[in-house]
């Protein structure tokens, strides 16, 4: 939470995963980069450029598919969520690390011609109409112009500025992103590639994006919440008392899509957006701490009562009606304005 | 696990304890994983092969009969301890600049070219140095070698270019080094096709147009990929030259 923008507001938990990321990159390069040359022993030495090229280019290539992996990981297991918390860094290396890997490919492959290097780039190979020998390269440009559109948007005054909606939208281009370095590398390296344990390693790694997906949305899909029908009365029925608990939240679907996130705090609901002003972050998956709503992503709070974020934050979410009726919770699907003050209703008058 | 028992992270607070050794073995998990893909992703490179520019011979000048025709080479008629005396080389520029527009370079012409090797198996090219210290024209007179038709042949392999191929870069040939080797073409480099079964004695063939002249654009669309094509093969001197009919030239899987 900020209330004014700073390149980082680091913590200590910002160090240790990047700490963390960061040593396991430089491994990643180190070991490919200085031992493996010596591991290989072949008959001729692979250029130290294309070598270079190739070792940030996988790199990369793996911390695209971590990063996709984290939040379905999350997902399905919460203890993942500190993972997810600081993934901005790791996306920003990543794009560093992949146009480390495009300035030596464009340096060696491109250079020394008559032409302009990045002219060259794009007229070199033109065999768009096969599939054997088609121009790969484009591919990659694609991926490095979105890992670079979102490393550069990634600050929260970006998030702020395009509203979190479109930058949320904006970022989804992270998986047109991995598509396409799948396809890059699948019409390069691996066309010519004659031992298999690189092409395997990409699979599984495409594989493992796919799959945790998928078992994310049939989670979500098997425990989500399904949209609650308006009654007569134009109120939604959220839950019955007993099955609250203090601190924590019963997250309701309305039919317009919306979640409401359903609050119990020292005997009394209060109920507001399930979405964080923050990322979109599941409010309702998060607890009262200090007497705020905290989120579980990264830990923006709001009082309850208002929706709002403490002073001297300026965060606001929607906030909701609720009505008791003996032990049954009802909440009005009619959103209030971000900020607006609602009495909280006691559940034991 | 109840939703009260769990552990709550909030990034700007301790880690809760409950936490603490998952998120170290989670960490750990990601830097063996990191690791292990650095040793399988480097080990498992392919063998470029033993070729490259052999600086270790220092430069070389020798003298011979250019001839200019697909691209030109040289029919070596005084060699050295590293280039005999009957080879016949390919010549090029610096970088991905070939020699056919250089006017000295015509038929017949005796030259006395100076420049450093570049060198895979049999096949060998010299990178002329820059600027009048690379050729110089002699008022030698000599003939090439008689060509020795060999016939129409189907043939399977690449097409590259022939300076990457002689190890400018290693690797220096298929699919993902297609755009370099065709800018190497844009750039006058003799391409060359390496057959997947040596054809008198020679994997490595000059290749050449239908009319004896250089390669048409038309058939960049194939180089790095794996080729069958027909072609008019002749020995000139030692070396193979390919005069392929690019009507004929098609992908093989």
């Known amino acids: 939470m900020s209330v004014k923008y700073i390149p980082v507001q680091w913590n200590s938990n910002k160090w240790k995963y990047n700490a963390v990321m960061l040593s396991a990159v430089f491994a990643y390069l180190w070991i490919f980069i200085e031992l493996t040359p010596d591991i290989m022993q072949n008959e001729g030495r692979i250029n130290s450029q294309v070598h270079n090229a190739r070792a940030f280019g996988s790199c990369a290539f793996f911390m695209l598919t971590v990063i996709l992996c984290i939040g379905p990981l999350a997902r399905l297991d919460e203890r993942f969520l500190p993972l997810l918390y600081n993934r901005r860094h790791f996306g920003v290396i990543a794009a560093a690390i992949g146009v480390t890997h495009a300035f030596y490919i464009i340096n060696w492959y491109f250079a020394f011609s008559k032409s302009n290097k990045y002219e060259a780039l794009l007229f070199a190979n033109t065999s768009y109409g096969q599939l054997a020998g088609f121009p790969f390269e484009i591919f990659g440009v694609f991926s490095l112009t979105c890992m670079l559109l979102l490393a550069v948007t990634s600050h929260d005054f970006w998030l702020k500025f395009l509203t979190p909606r479109i930058w949320k939208n904006v970022h989804y281009l992270i998986y047109a992103a991995y598509i396409s370095v799948v396809a890059h590398v699948s019409f390069g390296i691996l066309q010519d590639q004659q031992d298999n344990r690189l092409t395997i390693a ?7 994006v796919a799959v945790l997906h998928v078992l994310a949305a049939f989670k979500e899909r098997k425990t989500g919440d399904v949209a609650a029908k308006t009654l007569d009365n134009n109120l939604v029925r959220v839950c019955d008392v007993s099955e609250m608990i203090d601190g924590y939240a019963k997250v309701i679907k309305l039919e317009n899509g919306e979640r409401v996130a359903v609050y119990l705090q020292k005997d009394k609901l209060s109920a507001i957006s399930n979405a964080c002003a923050h990322q979109n972050g599941p409010l309702g998956e998060g607890k009262i701490i200090d007497c705020l709503v905290t989120c579980p992503w990264h830990g ?34 009619k959103a209030n304005p971000p900020g607006t003050y609602v009495e909280p209703v006691a559940i034991n008058p | 696990m109840t939703q009260k028992k769990k552990p709550f992270f909030v990034g700007y607070l301790g880690i809760p304890k409950a936490l603490k050794g998952f998120l170290l073995k989670a960490s750990l998990l990601i830097f063996a994983g990191f690791a292990t893909g650095g040793v399988l992703a480097g080990v498992s490179q392919d063998d470029p092969g033993e070729a490259g520019f052999r600086f270790d011979f220092g430069r070389q000048t020798v003298s011979g009969v250019i001839q200019a025709e697909p691209y030109p080479i040289l029919h070596v008629t005084k060699g050295n301890e590293r280039i005999k005396t009957g080879r016949t080389i390919m010549l090029t520029g610096q970088g991905k600049s070939g020699v056919s527009g250089n006017k000295a370079l015509s038929e017949e012409t005796v030259v006395d070219a100076t420049g450093i090797i570049l060198k895979r198996g049999d096949l060998d090219m ?10 110089k024209i002699t008022e030698a007179k000599d003939e090439l ?43 006058d480099i003799p391409p060359v096709f390496v057959s997947t079964q040596p054809i008198e004695g020679s994997e490595f063939m000059l290749v050449g147009g239908p009319d004896g002249g250089p390669l048409p654009e038309s058939t960049y669309d194939y180089i790095g990929q794996f080729v069958e094509v027909e072609a008019e093969l002749e020995r000139r001197g030692d070396m193979l030259v390919m005069l392929v009919d690019p009507a004929t030239l098609k992908a093989v899987k």
């Open chain 2, 126 to 135: 010299l990178q002329l140095a820059g600027g009048k210290r690379g050729i």
């Open chain 1, 202 to 208: 990409i699979i599984i790694s495409a594989l493992a």
């Open chain 1, 300 to 333: 923006f709070q709001y009082n309850v009562k208002d929706g709002s974020s403490p002073a001297p934050f300026t965060e606001k979410v929607p906030t909701y009606n609720l009505h008791l009726d003996g032990d049954t919770v009802f909440v009005d699907p």
């Open chain 2, 145 to 187: 070698p008689e060509s020795q038709y060999l016939g129409k042949w189907r043939l399977q392999g690449e097409i590259c270019d022939g300076k990457c191929l002689v190890g400018a870069m290693q690797p220096g040939r298929g699919l993902a080094h297609k755009a370099c080797a065709i800018l190497c073409l844009f750039g």
